[in-house]
């Protein structure tokens, strides 16, 4: 006959039947340390089939599994539905938010991109006037080259 090790899963299924057993009280407060202080659980009863309260209890923590799992997805769905611009207020299926989520990033991506561009060109002029700056400092020892006065084709 095949039974339950009293490993850590088994503590875990337990643990979270507890927390939802609050509402039945089918299962006692004596059934839990039972399993809990006992090395083997019987897996089936004398005709081969699991006993039906734990398969209730099966039920319950996957369903509760099943829930979580949802409302985590849900959460995250909700929370990408906050950083759309787009989303003010209308209601929008999951579909359209991954939708609306990949354009808004894809047009992220592009101003990322030019004002990347944009940035480098600034700093390509921003080298050149201070070589120009540079060029012109270098030559302040001589006197500034002297300008040609232009013959207005006057007599005096």
């Not at 399993?35 to 209730?56: A, F, I, L, N, V």
């Not at 369903?63 to 995250?76: D, K, L, P, V, W």
């Not at 992220?108 to 080298?127: C, I, P, T």
Request: net charge positive.
């Amino acid at each position: 006959m095949s039974g339950y090790q009293n490993t850590p899963m088994k503590k875990r299924v337990v643990e979270e039947y507890k927390r939802q057993a609050d509402d039945s009280n089918d299962m006692s407060e004596g059934y839990y340390n039972n399993m809990m202080s006992s090395p083997e659980m019987p897996k089936c009863d004398q005709t081969g089939q699991e006993p039906e309260r734990e398969k209730r209890i099966r039920r319950e923590i996957a369903n509760s599994n099943e829930r979580r799992r949802m409302q985590s997805i849900n959460s995250g769905f909700q929370q990408l539905r906050n950083l759309i611009p787009a989303s003010d207020g209308e209601k929008l299926s999951k579909a359209a938010i991954l939708q609306q989520t990949s354009q808004y990033l894809y047009k992220l991506q592009k101003e990322k991109d030019q004002l990347g561009s944009a940035n480098m060109q600034l700093k390509h002029m921003l080298s050149k006037f201070n070589n120009m700056d540079s060029d012109s400092c270098s030559g302040q020892d001589s006197p500034p080259p002297k300008r040609k006065k232009h013959d207005t084709g006057k007599v005096t």
